[in-house]
């Protein structure tokens, strides 16, 4: 909490200072000169469906594959999504400050949880953090476990009226005696942050509409990739998995980049072979060590998407992360590899963040 207020203040300090300069929106670094080790970094604007026809990125699009060398050596960049998802906290907490300073307003996010899983919970805990962190107002319910259908309706429809209430995450798996497509739909759209409605996959999907959100992880990927300097558009891309959540919105969101998009998915026959051909791989199938490093072309670039608890009784908790790539391999292959911890997961966070400021902005009609 402290932390969060300290944060706070500094962020406000560096806005000001920006505004007062007049900062322009284009300039990368704010040094907020009371305290250099706390650089507020203005980065690009996030991924939207405004798509120009030549996609704009930060370097040459073979940037990763000149340093790709065939050997048993490490050759892929790691692409640091704690660190880019850190920027990207810093940018959202200047704008909830200036949201505050110039309407006395703030963005609202609603959590609800049902159930007592232990990785919901640590989700849970991290989007809660991060909210305080950006001065988002954040309020949680928690439902028993064996609560009833109309239980969690009501606590929806609740947070759907609630004017200061700017977006709804109802964390997912549910319970199993819960039908999700029946409580999803009473999700108000303008609420909808994690994009899972049908209304903004749907519009996702169809070329020339706009959904009102992207759905938070495959924004996070898209974003990563944009942000190392990886150009998307003509790209070969394979997206293993296509669960609603994340592989089904990546490879729509892909495709809006004008990559040329295949699916793998369990009933896939020959998968390393369609997958060895990709330029770019993203990975979200949620089976540990499944991609291997002679299933990946030298100089891809792969975005490692799962997240699955492996027992570990040397560590804190008694198991570590892993994701659904064999890392040792893929960095002697791939030209960038994100982490699993410190990839996509707090680029999920970032996005769902972005998305309840942009809906609270939608709301106030603030620009
Ligand atoms: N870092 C983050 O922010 C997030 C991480 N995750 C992680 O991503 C992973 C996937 O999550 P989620 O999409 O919800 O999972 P789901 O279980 O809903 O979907 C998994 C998908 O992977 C496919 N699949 C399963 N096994 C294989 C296989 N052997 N070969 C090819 N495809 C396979 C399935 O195919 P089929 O459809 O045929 O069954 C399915 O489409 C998990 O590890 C999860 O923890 C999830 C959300 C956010
Ligand atoms: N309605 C809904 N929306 C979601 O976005 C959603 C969901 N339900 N259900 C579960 C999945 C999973 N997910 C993650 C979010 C953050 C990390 C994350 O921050 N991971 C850290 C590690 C966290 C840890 O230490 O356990 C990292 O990869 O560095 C991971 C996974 C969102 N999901």
């Known amino acids: 909490m402290m932390l969060a207020r300290t944060m706070m ?32 970094l203005i980065s690009p604007s996030l991924v939207s469906l405004d798509l120009p026809d030549i996609w704009p990125t930060n370097s040459s699009p073979n940037e990763f594959r000149s340093t790709c060398r065939c050997s048993n050596e490490q050759t892929a960049a790691i692409i640091d999504g704690k660190s880019i998802a850190g920027e ?22 609603a959590v609800i949880m049902v159930g007592q899983r232990r990785d919901s919970q640590t989700y849970v805990r991290n989007k809660i953090k991060a909210c305080e962190e950006t001065g988002i107002k954040s309020s949680m319910t928690e439902l028993h476990g064996n609560c ?35 409580i999803l739909d009473v999700m108000s759209l303008e609420k909808d942050v994690d994009g899972f409605h049908p209304l903004n996959i749907g519009n996702l999907a169809m070329r020339g509409r706009q959904p009102l959100f992207i759905p938070c992880t495959p924004k996070g990927c898209i974003e990563l990739l944009m942000r190392s300097g990886v150009e998307i558009m003509g790209k070969k891309a394979v997206v293993i998995g296509r669960s609603n959540i994340v592989g089904l919105p990546t490879s729509l969101l892909l495709q809006r980049h004008h990559a040329t998009v295949s699916i793998v998915h369990a009933f896939t026959k020959n998968p390393e072979q369609i997958t060895c051909e990709a330029d770019i791989v993203v990975t979200a199938a949620g089976v540990p060590n499944l991609v291997r490093g002679n299933w990946l072309k030298p ?69």
């Open 299 to 367: 100089g891809a670039v792969v975005i490692d998407v799962g997240t699955n608890p492996i027992e570990d009784p040397s560590c804190e908790f008694g198991y570590r992360l892993t994701g659904d790539v064999c890392y040792e391999e893929a960095v002697r292959v791939a030209s960038a590899v994100t982490p699993v911890p410190g990839g996509v997961g707090p680029m999920t966070i970032a996005m769902l963040l972005s998305n309840t400021l942009d809906s609270a902005k939608r709301a106030y009609d603030f620009t």
């Open 148 to 182: 009833k259908e109309d239980e969690v309706v009501n606590v929806l429809s609740r947070f759907n009226a609630d004017p200061s209430i700017h977006g709804i995450l109802l964390q997912l798996p549910l319970p199993q005696h819960l039908d999700e497509e029946k």
């Open 88 to 109: 990207i906290m810093s940018r959202i907490a200047c704008e909830v400050w200036r949201m505050k300073e110039s309407i006395g307003r703030v963005p609202g996010l």
């Open 9 to 40: 203040r500094r962020v406000a300090a560096a806005c000001k200072k920006g505004v007062r300069n007049g900062t322009p929106s284009t300039t990368r670094t704010i040094n907020t000169q009371m305290d250099d080790s706390y650089p507020i």
